[in-house]
């Protein structure tokens, strides 16, 4: 019997040890492996053999508070790997590594340049005759992977934007005068976080006022006028604003503002804030009411206070799927989400072809946005990705998680 | 029979509404007030004679809303009164507008500057022996009025921020690199709040590793060579730093950095960002690491999906007080709170004399303090304002409120 590896590779989700869960607890309890091991810092603890027995996880107390803890676990890593022509050496490396610790399957939890990792490690078994499965299992807040419906991490990433604006809309409009909130939120190149904002608004109530995505580039005077327009209707305005807001010219909103500016300080720093502040320094000096900026930071991507259930679980169900298509025979996959309807909700989980998802973004598609707001379609396909709350569990009052 | 009324004022928390819940609760429930309204925002509302039934909240499960629902319901006002000697004809004002509409009781929620209208409110009535009840109602994330042991929404805000540090620590150090955050926290004269960060420390695992308190200023040089030497012991530090920190001469260390800066940009704005991205500049300078900066923003004084259950009643428990104590022919008073042990933490309702809590301000003391950490004695302390997690309610994923 062969073992299971594991890893877990890019930025941090409030879910993606939920999917490490899932894959740990196949693994424990499927015929088809003898041990189950962590790497730790993915690809790079590959290279230096440093493997973790994942055998405590067999306690089923552990293994759920695993499923509510943020952050990679066994630690992430931002390597991205040489192709096979570039450097054949670490390939060989890797996979005499793999041999000597009897890996026959390795499943990698991670965004886009893990799946890229998946492709290259399953290409070269396959060119060179290895019998050792290659599993992606899905990952990223940005909601950016191809194919997949939807990508665990993006469900709890979304609840947490939305609540936290419907919250500081809340708080934004005590006083009997006229003020913006820019929230700032992630997302480079991707607006499915910032869209997220707009699962707050409800038909008597907006709280997301304003939505400003990447995919449509706007001039900084169309989102003064919005503002100025939505001021003259209601106290408060609260701007959604993707941190990746781009000019007619396709260059990002806050460089393109920056560069009129000094651009370094006295200590020949870059001037510090991004985009939310620029934008923030603009609306008040063109419309000179009380401007604010709060930008959600990695919260967003850690909050496991503020998870979604849908997603915990179905991260969970990523990992699970991932390693239990391997067992079946399968590699070279990213275990994707393939919805079946959106009322009721139902998913299930199918193996995409890793060639057709790896390298490949997935922006938000013109029918899902509408101007400085999104449509009705994007309302209902991201409406379930929310849905529930978990059980968290705490002592005294701070939340518990099992730290490696 | 007379009538109730109630206001809000200051800054929101995550729980004054749980306050003007008990302080409705109270008044509608008694055969001491024939009606019961609120204010809209504070004392300007009595000014505008702006005031709404609160009779709709005899419905429980709205009444329940009202509890879990951040912000001030009624609106708020930065309005501080003027003495008695400045301008006694809006005193006169405000007291015709109370006998116009029959107020028996006036209940402020609110801080320091709302304590301070209790006050001038309650001694211009007894001065003119009119026979209308002033009660404060205390309220502020802060933690900084004198006298009651702790402030309703001290630990709402406390807990967030224990866990925000939590889970951004856990965030932070995923990779295999030294790094480090900087966590802003609001309070600008009284450390309570960044000190609560240190709520998420074990003994074997330190999330908060530096805690930087306004009440001992420091050099920026010990700070960075505190970091220095914890980052040999560990890859990421985690410095939870008070927005108010002061350097030796106590000037704000924001304003005492930036002022070695120069100062204003292009635009002629002062420079954007907090004191939290000048030490993340300072920091990443001399140690040469990759340093980030959160701010956890308003949501600190918002965010009711991480609210603490301890607080979110003994708010409630102010509010209902606050209203009996004038039932009991009290006035000018704050309905505050009095310890009776740590462990089992138990606490009463008191009235304290309304002259010797406003315009006083209560600091950390030295004994909770040691050095860029907090003693066991502020732990012991702030411990049990933290227990619990309320049920919240969510329809579709999103926290439910009661909107005006």
Redesign the interface.
């Known amino acids: 019997m062969k073992n299971l590896l594991i890893g877990q590779s890019g930025g ?1 989700t409030a879910v993606i040890n939920s999917s490490l869960a899932g894959a740990v607890s196949c693994g424990l309890n499927s015929s088809h492996f003898e041990k189950v091991f962590g790497t730790v ?1 993915g690809v ?1 603890g590959i290279l230096k053999e440093n493997f973790i027995s994942m055998d405590k996880f067999r306690d089923e107390k552990l293994l759920n508070l695993l499923k509510q ?4 676990y066994l ?4 390597k991205k790997l040489p192709t096979l022509d570039e450097n054949e050496q670490i390939y060989e490396e890797i996979f005499s590594i793999f041999e000597k610790h009897n890996i026959g399957t390795f499943a990698y939890i991670g965004g886009n340049d893990s799946m890229d990792t998946v492709l290259k490690l399953s290409k070269y078994a396959k060119e060179k005759n290895i019998d050792i499965k290659i599993a992606g299992i899905p990952k990223t807040i940005d909601n950016d992977l191809v194919l997949t419906d939807h990508t665990p991490g993006y469900g709890s990433a979304a ?1 947490f934007i ?3 604006v ?3 809309s ?7 005068l006229k003020s913006v909130l820019v929230v700032e939120i992630m997302g480079r190149n991707a607006g499915w976080l910032t869209a997220a904002a707009a ?2 608004n409800t038909e008597n ?1 907006r709280f997301a006022d304003i939505i400003a995505l990447p995919e449509t580039p706007f001039l900084p005077d169309s989102l003064i006028s919005e503002t100025e327009k939505i001021l003259k209707e209601k106290n408060t305005v609260i701007i959604a604003l993707s941190e990746g807001i781009k000019d007619k010219n396709g260059m990002y909103m806050g460089e393109s503002i920056n560069s ?3 651009g370094q ?3 020949n ?1 870059a ?3 991004g985009v939310g ?1 620029t934008v ?2 603009l609306i008040s ?1 063109s419309l000179g009411v009380k401007t ?1 900026t ?2 959600l ?3 967003q ?6 998870a ?1 259930s ?1 997603d915990v679980e179905e991260a969970f169900r990523a990992g699970f799927f991932g390693v239990t298509f391997a067992t079946e025979g399968k590699t070279g996959f990213m275990a994707g989400f393939k919805r079946i309807s959106d009322q009721p909700y139902s998913m299930e989980i199918v193996p995409f072809d890793i060639e057709k998802v790896a390298n490949f973004e997935k922006k938000m598609p013109a029918e899902m946005i509408n101007g400085f707001d999104v449509t009705e379609k994007f309302i209902n396909y991201a ?1 379930p990705l ?4 978990p059980d ?1 569990s ?1 002592t ?4 518990d ?1 099992v ?1 490696r």
Chains 1, 2 share one sequence.
Do not use: W
Request: charged content about 25%; hydrophobic content about 35%; glycine content about 6%.
């Open positions: 941090p810092n790079e803890t943020p952050s990679s630690g992430s890593c931002r609840k939305a609540n936290s419907k919250q500081l809340m708080d934004s409009r005590v006083y009997d699962l707050s109530e009129l500016r000094a300080d006295s200590f720093h001037i510090l804030g502040r923030e320094s000096a604010r709060v930008e930071s990695t919260l991507r850690s909050a496991s206070f503020a979604s849908c409406k929310i849905f529930g709350e968290i705490y005294n009052g701070i939340i998680f730290i």
